[in-house]
């Protein structure tokens, strides 16, 4: 099969079109003939090594897994021996964030893992888009207990991420106010945003207003500068470790506060929040983003563009 394929951490020099064997599922893993997938900002760090600390998952000094890609939408056209949820045909979706193996024409995918069924109303494009943000914004969300009538602010919503933390907030109930660049205020508002901030022309950290949860989705503020805006017992969460490493460390301190707090969850996807997502797409209140499309033939000029920082959701990798 043809898979974009890598050997050492580094740019997208490191990245060649090759074909290799394909996968074979064990007793309850199901085979994925992959029809669309993404290029996101895990696939990055994956693919430079950077930050260091993510080698401890992908591999010291060289990536463990040869083929990127965590999230995926295909058919499903084997399965083990042991598999009961999925069937020959299957059309599913999710995100494989420890083994990847999606850029390629097959993967294999535990059954128990972040993998569910695509509603039928829902292409395999707009599918492959759903899990990545989706998850990472889901398990914040969840974690700092945001429900109706929560008054929150998401910075960096024009992100993969935040786009999907705005939607999903939105379909909690929650009063959403989203900062992202000037050219995007219009597509936050049909996001469903009920307020937007430019952070070109202001700084959201020093607006009248205080909320009971801020998702900083890029990672471009701090716990500190945002304290003043966070309700007494509100709740802060980035996606970034901080500019000094700093909040794995503040969320252990926080665990003694009674008062505002930031958390930093290991975000970890199981079937529930493949679900969960499947449900929203289904009835119509996530639309994941989608910026650009490449085929997998030009797999290195999607990496290069989201190496820039500067997409917007989702960019798609068709691989059939
Ligand atoms: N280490 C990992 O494995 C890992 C995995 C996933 C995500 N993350 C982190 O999570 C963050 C979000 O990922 P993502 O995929 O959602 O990001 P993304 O899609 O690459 O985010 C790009 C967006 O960030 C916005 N942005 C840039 N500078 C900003 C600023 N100063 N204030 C507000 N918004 C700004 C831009 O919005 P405008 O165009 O509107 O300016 C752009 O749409 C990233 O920092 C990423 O590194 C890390």
Same mark, same amino acid.
């Given at each position: 099969?043809?898979?974009?394929?890598?050997?050492?951490? !580094?740019?997208?020099?490191?990245?060649?079109?090759?074909?290799?064997?394909?996968?074979?599922?064990?007793?309850?893993?199901?085979?994925?003939?992959?029809?669309?997938?993404?290029? @996101?900002?895990?696939?990055?760090?994956?693919?430079?090594?950077?930050?260091?600390?993510?080698?401890?998952?992908?591999?010291?000094?060289?990536? *463990?897994?040869?083929?990127?890609?965590?999230?995926?939408?295909?058919?499903?056209?084997?399965?083990?021996?042991?598999?009961?949820?999925?069937?020959?045909?299957?059309?599913?979706?999710?995100?494989?964030?420890?083994?990847?193996? #999606?850029?390629?024409?097959?993967?294999?995918?535990?059954?128990?893992?972040?993998?569910?069924?695509?509603?039928?109303?829902?292409?395999?494009?707009?599918?492959?888009?759903?899990?990545?943000? !989706?998850?990472? #914004?889901?398990?914040?969300?969840?974690? #700092?207990?945001?429900?109706?009538?929560?008054?929150?602010?998401?910075?960096?919503?024009?992100?993969?991420?935040?786009?999907?933390?705005?939607?999903?907030?939105?379909?909690?109930?929650?009063?959403?106010?989203?900062?992202?660049?000037?050219?995007?205020?219009?597509?936050?508002?049909?996001?469903?945003?009920?307020?937007?901030?430019?952070?070109?022309?202001?700084?959201?950290?020093?607006?009248?207003?205080?909320?009971?949860?801020?998702?900083?989705?890029?990672?471009?503020?701090?716990?500190?500068?945002?304290?003043?805006?966070?309700?007494?017992?509100?709740?802060?969460?980035?996606?970034?470790?901080?500019?000094?490493?700093? @909040?794995?460390?503040? #969320?252990?301190?926080?665990?003694?506060?009674?008062?505002?707090?930031?958390?930093?969850?290991?975000?970890?996807?199981?079937?529930?929040?493949?679900?969960?997502?499947?449900?929203?797409?289904?009835? !119509?209140?996530? $639309?994941?983003?989608?910026?650009?499309?490449?085929?997998?033939?030009?797999?290195?000029?999607?990496?290069?563009?989201?190496?820039?920082?500067? $997409?917007?959701?989702?960019?798609?990798?068709?691989? *059939?």
């Amino acid at each position: 099969m043809k898979a974009s394929y890598y050997t050492n951490y !580094g740019g997208i020099e490191q990245l060649s079109i090759r074909d290799i064997p394909e996968p074979t599922p064990t007793a309850t893993q199901i085979k994925i003939r992959v029809h669309c997938a993404t290029v @996101n900002r895990t696939d990055c760090g994956f693919l430079t090594g950077k930050p260091f600390i993510a080698r401890f998952f992908s591999g010291l000094r060289r990536p *463990r897994f040869q083929v990127l890609g965590n999230e995926f939408a295909g058919e499903v056209v084997a399965i083990g021996n042991d598999v009961k949820r999925f069937k020959l045909g299957d059309r599913v979706f999710g995100y494989e964030g420890t083994h990847f193996g #999606a850029h390629a024409e097959y993967m294999v995918m535990d059954e128990n893992g972040g993998v569910g069924k695509i509603p039928d109303n829902i292409a395999f494009d707009q599918a492959a888009a759903a899990c990545e943000g !989706g998850h990472y #914004a889901l398990i914040d969300i969840q974690k #700092a207990k945001v429900d109706k009538g929560s008054v929150v602010l998401v910075n960096g919503a024009t992100g993969a991420i935040g786009s999907a933390a705005v939607q999903i907030m939105k379909h909690l109930g929650a009063e959403v106010v989203a900062v992202c660049g000037t050219d995007h205020l219009s597509t936050l508002k049909t996001l469903g945003a009920d307020e937007v901030i430019d952070y070109r022309t202001s700084d959201f950290t020093q607006i009248d207003k205080q909320f009971d949860f801020i998702f900083d989705a890029v990672g471009k503020s701090t716990f500190a500068k945002c304290k003043r805006i966070l309700k007494p017992k509100g709740i802060y969460v980035s996606t970034e470790l901080g500019p000094y490493n700093q @909040n794995p460390f503040l #969320a252990l301190v926080s665990k003694f506060s009674t008062g505002k707090k930031l958390l930093f969850p290991i975000p970890i996807i199981n079937t529930g929040h493949v679900d969960f997502i499947a449900n929203m797409l289904a009835i !119509g209140t996530f $639309k994941p983003l989608i910026d650009r499309t490449y085929q997998l033939e030009q797999t290195n000029e999607a990496f290069t563009y989201v190496l820039t920082g500067e $997409k917007i959701g989702n960019v798609l990798l068709k691989i *059939r």
